[in-house]
C-alpha cells in the first residue's frame, strides 16, 4: 500500500537542465526562433483584428457625428463677394427657411441620432473592452509558453 511517489517522465530524450528552445548562453536555437516568430505573428494578427475593429467603430461613431450639419466650403465664402444683394438675399432666406425647418423636425430626427449614438457607445466601449481582455490574454497565454531562463 505504500506506493505513494511522484513520477516525472518529462518529454522524451529531455536531459536535466537542458532547455528545449535556449541554447546554455541563452541565445535562442533555430527550433526556439521558429517558436519566437510564430508567437510574434500570432499577436501581430490579433493586434491588427483588434485594432482594425476599434477603428471601425471610431469611424461609425464620427460619422454620426459629422452627419448633423453642413460646413461651408472655402470655394462658397469667395463667391460671397461675388454676389449681388438680391442673391444673398435670397441664400440667406432660404437658409433661415432650412433652419426654421430643421428647428420644427429635430424632435423626430433627435430620438433617432440619440438611439444611434446610444448604441455606437455600447458597441465601442464593448469593443474597447473585449480587445484589452482578449489582448491581455493572447499575452499571458504566450507568456507562459515562453521558456524560461
Given at each position: 500500500?505504500d506506493n505513494h511517489?511522484?513520477a516525472h517522465?518529462g518529454t522524451?530524450?529531455?536531459k ?5 528552445y535556449?541554447?546554455?548562453?541563452g ?10 516568430k ?13 485594432d482594425?475593429s ?5 469611424g461609425?461613431?464620427q460619422?454620426n457625428e459629422?452627419s ?9 465664402r ?9 442673391d444673398?438675399?435670397a441664400r ?6 432650412e433652419?426654421?425647418?430643421s428647428?420644427?423636425?429635430a ?10 449614438s446610444?448604441i455606437l ?8 473592452i473585449?480587445?484589452?481582455?482578449v489582448?491581455?490574454?493572447v ?5 507562459k509558453?515562453?521558456?524560461?531562463k
Amino acid at each position: 500500500m505504500d506506493n505513494h511517489f511522484i513520477a516525472h517522465y518529462g518529454t522524451p530524450g529531455m536531459k536535466w537542465g537542458v532547455r528545449r528552445y535556449q541554447n546554455e548562453d541563452g541565445s535562442l536555437t533555430s527550433l526556439g526562433k521558429r517558436r519566437n516568430k510564430a508567437v510574434t505573428s500570432n499577436l501581430n494578427t490579433s493586434k491588427r483584428i483588434l485594432d482594425s475593429s476599434a477603428q471601425i467603430a471610431r469611424g461609425a461613431k464620427q460619422l454620426n457625428e459629422n452627419s448633423g450639419g453642413r460646413k461651408a466650403n472655402a470655394k462658397v465664402r469667395k463667391d460671397l463677394k461675388n454676389m449681388s444683394d438680391n442673391d444673398l438675399r435670397a441664400r440667406v432666406n432660404r437658409m433661415n427657411l432650412e433652419r426654421q425647418y430643421s428647428d420644427l423636425t429635430a424632435n423626430q430626427v433627435s430620438r433617432g441620432r440619440a438611439s444611434l449614438s446610444s448604441i455606437l457607445e455600447s458597441v465601442g466601449g464593448a469593443l474597447g473592452i473585449a480587445s484589452s481582455a482578449v489582448g491581455i490574454a493572447v499575452a499571458i497565454r504566450e507568456l507562459k509558453k515562453l521558456p524560461t531562463k
